[in-house]
């Protein structure tokens, strides 16, 4: 089923990734090169303040399929992946984080799972990082929002932070736009009817930079949003619609 897709679009957010990104991209053509004969990559630059902009320069010479765009301040991840999305000639979209923990080789077989569980509705697969390649207290952390997340949402999903995703264009533009969104979308897609799915995905060291995302601080916000979702998620109805075909009266 991965030969019937014509187009699959690659979105990374970056935000001072320049000792990061150009290894990234080169794996990304490794990893799908041997299954997709058309894809692209977007690199969406949010705000970034170091080298990043003449790094993607230079290696949009070598890489046809690299498309480029920034923000002239940063917005955030959320707003850096929306970018991407809106952007994107595919339907269906990946998305990885800019840091290169997440493993691209991961994208074909999420991608063949999306396309396989069609008919059933599923429109997005998302990464569960075994292995995790991070700082205990990240990783505790990270364990607890989860918890938390899972408890009041109900989503099913035990790592909605791992950047890599795997879901169709037209589902994503349909969600509600908000600052971290990125947190919360499994429970977005199933809000409005569609279905999630989680597969393990592998996840490597951080090589070049730090962490833009503050451990306590992310926490404490992603509370608060969690209780904004909760909201919309009780204010929203997903509406299914049958067309009628003589058959609703026995």
């Known amino acids: 089923m991965v030969d019937m897709?014509?187009?699959?679009?690659?979105?990374?957010?970056?935000?001072?990734?320049?000792?990061?990104?150009?290894?990234?991209?080169?794996?990304?053509?490794k990893a799908l090169h041997p299954f997709?004969?058309?894809?692209?990559i977007l690199v969406v630059d949010d705000g970034s303040n170091d080298q990043s902009s003449d790094v993607l320069a230079n290696e949009k010479k070598r890489t046809p399929e690299l498309r480029i765009f920034r923000h002239k301040s940063c917005y955030g991840q959320s707003s850096a992946i929306l970018t991407g999305v809106r952007f994107a000639r595919g339907n269906i979209i990946a998305t990885l984080d800019g840091d290169?923990?997440?493993?691209?080789?991961?994208?074909?077989?999420?991608?063949?799972?999306l396309l396989e569980n069609h008919s059933e509705n599923y429109q997005m697969i998302v990464g569960q990082r075994k292995k995790r390649q991070d700082s205990y207290l990240r990783r505790v952390s990270s364990i607890i929002?989860?918890?938390?997340?899972?408890?009041?949402?109900?989503?099913?999903?035990?790592?909605?932070?791992?950047?890599?995703?795997?879901?169709?264009?037209?589902?994503?533009?349909?969600?509600?736009?908000?600052d971290h969104m990125h947190r919360f979308l499994?429970?977005?897609?199933?809000?409005?009817?569609?279905?999630?799915?989680?597969?393990?995905?592998?996840?490597?060291?951080?090589?070049?930079?730090?962490?833009?995302?503050?451990?306590?601080?992310?926490?404490?916000?992603?509370?608060?949003?969690?209780?904004?979702?909760?909201?919309?998620?009780?204010?929203?109805?997903a509406i299914i619609v049958e067309e009628y075909k003589g058959n609703y009266v026995k």
């Open 100 to 113: 290169g923990q997440n493993n691209p080789t991961d994208i074909p077989k999420m991608v063949k799972l």
């Open 36 to 40: 997709f004969e058309n894809y692209e």
């Open 145 to 178: 929002a989860n918890k938390i997340r899972q408890f009041i949402l109900h989503d099913h999903i035990s790592d909605t932070g791992c950047g890599l995703k795997v879901f169709y264009k037209d589902a994503f533009l349909k969600l509600p736009c908000f």
């Open 186 to 237: 499994p429970a977005l897609i199933q809000n409005q009817g569609g279905k999630t799915l989680s597969v393990q995905v592998d996840h490597r060291p951080r090589v070049c930079g730090l962490s833009h995302y503050g451990t306590l601080g992310r926490l404490s916000v992603g509370i608060v949003d969690l209780f904004g979702v909760l909201w919309l998620k009780k204010r929203s109805k």
């Open 5 to 29: 897709i014509k187009l699959i679009s690659i979105v990374i957010p970056i935000h001072n990734e320049s000792g990061n990104i150009i290894k990234l991209i080169q794996d990304i053509k």
